[in-house]
T-cell receptor, first 116, second 118 residues
Framework: DAGVIQSPRHEVTEMGQEVTLRCKPISGHDYLFWYRQTMMRGLELLIYFNNNVPIDDSGMPEDRFSAKMPNASFSTLKIQPSEPRDSAVYFC??????????????FGPGTRLTVT | AQSVTQPDIHITVSEGASLELRCNYSYGATPYLFWYVQSPGQGLQLLLKYFSGDTLVQGIKGFEAEFKRSQSSFNLRKPSVHWSDAAEYFCAVGATRGTGGGADGLTFGKGTHLIIQP
């Protein structure tokens, strides 16, 4: 398997623009997670899905952020409008599911977002 | 809710020396514990995990970790580090599935930056 795939790897945009980050999880995994990593706050869980259904979006910073998972092989994280404080590395991760406890998560390479 | 503390922001060790990275967790039940490594510009890679059973777990790249319930710790060790081990290391804790909220996710520590001296 190719692992978790994220695109783009780097995104530079101007404040106020819409940004869409994409993720393809590992085939057969039931869970998909979106994280944000910054120096100040470390790794933060933004939202996660189970079988394409959003389970917990309490980590989404504000209404400018939205995430979708239209099918088992694709998810997007959208920021509209973007602001400089959204600059961070955004990671997507997936995990198999089905066990009694949480499974290990497999991370993508991340998207480095810079908002100027 | 669970939490993780990695007390050391930076650690410097000489190549060939032994390593121990500290991790303390807070969780009311039996935790699911993980160590991840992140090289510069890369995603996180799983080093090892503890779910149950033997409290000393072996991972990839010669790493091991020991779960100590009495100390709420899950410290990562390596007997002899290599220059390629320089990276950021994250400890994470997970809960029993289905206990609500973000329980299906992992809570990460802030990370420990490992520097290897020649």
């Amino acid at each position: 398997d190719a692992g978790v795939i994220q695109s783009p790897r780097h995104e530079v945009t101007e404040m106020g623009q819409e940004v869409t980050l994409r993720c393809k999880p590992i085939s057969g995994h039931d869970y998909l997670f979106w994280y944000r990593q910054t120096m100040m706050r470390g790794l933060e869980l933004l939202i996660y899905f189970n079988n394409n259904v959003p389970i917990d979006d309490s980590g989404m910073p504000e209404d400018r952020f939205s995430a979708k998972m239209p099918n088992a092989s694709f998810s997007t994280l959208k920021i509209q409008p973007s602001e400089p404080r959204d600059s961070a590395v955004y990671f997507c991760a997936s995990s198999p599911g089905g066990g009694e406890g949480v499974d290990e998560q497999y991370f993508g390479p991340g998207t480095r977002l810079t908002v100027t | 809710a669970q939490s993780v503390t990695q007390p050391d922001i930076h650690i410097t060790v000489s190549e060939g020396a032994s390593l121990e990275l500290r991790c303390n967790y807070s969780y009311g039940a039996t935790p699911y514990l993980f160590w991840y490594v992140q090289s510069p510009g890369q995603g996180l890679q799983l080093l090892l995990k503890y779910f149950s059973g033997d409290t000393l777990v072996q991972g990839i790249k010669g790493f091991e970790a020991e779960f100590k319930r009495s100390q709420s710790s899950f410290n990562l060790r390596k007997p002899s580090v290599h220059w390629s081990d320089a990276a950021e290391y994250f400890c994470a804790v997970g809960a029993t599935r289905g206990t609500g909220g973000g329980a299906d996710g992992l809570t990460f520590g802030k990370g420990t930056h490992l520097i290897i001296q020649p």
